[in-house]
């Protein structure tokens, strides 16, 4: 089993950015491939980007550009580093680890709390 641990959420002003990390512990992280998540208030959650464990990495469109995911296998740490942000990013964000690089959510075993970050002057 994987535990995740997210931290890094908070208030940013719109423009500034964020680095959101995903603490890892339990069976060997690299093994896993890793996922963020999204959910705001009144939607439903949705994919934001993933990164297998070859470090490919895979990004829903309106994304890209604007977000990076890393991991550190020293840490069994993933990052996800947001910038350029918008009041519509405002939402809790999960980290997930699944079998198989996938953006389907339904296929992540493992999910962390969610760390809360609002996009605001």
């Known amino acids: 089993q994987v535990q995740l641990v997210e931290s890094g959420g908070g208030l940013v002003q719109p423009g500034g950015s964020l680095r959101l990390s995903c603490a890892a512990s339990g069976r060997t992280f690299s093994r896993y491939h890793m996922g963020w998540f999204r959910q705001a208030p009144g939607k439903e959650r949705e994919f934001v980007a993933a990164i297998d464990i070859g470090g490919g990495t895979y990004y829903t469109g309106s994304m890209k550009g604007r977000f990076t995911i890393s991991r550190d296998g020293a840490s069994n740490t993933v990052y996800l580093r947001m910038s350029s942000l918008k009041p519509e990013d405002s939402a809790v964000y999960f980290c997930?680890?699944?079998?198989?690089?996938?953006?389907?959510?339904?296929?992540?075993?493992?999910w962390g709390q969610g760390t809360q970050v609002t996009i605001s002057s």
């Open positions: 997930a680890a699944a079998n198989r690089p996938t953006y389907r959510e339904y296929e992540y075993a493992y």
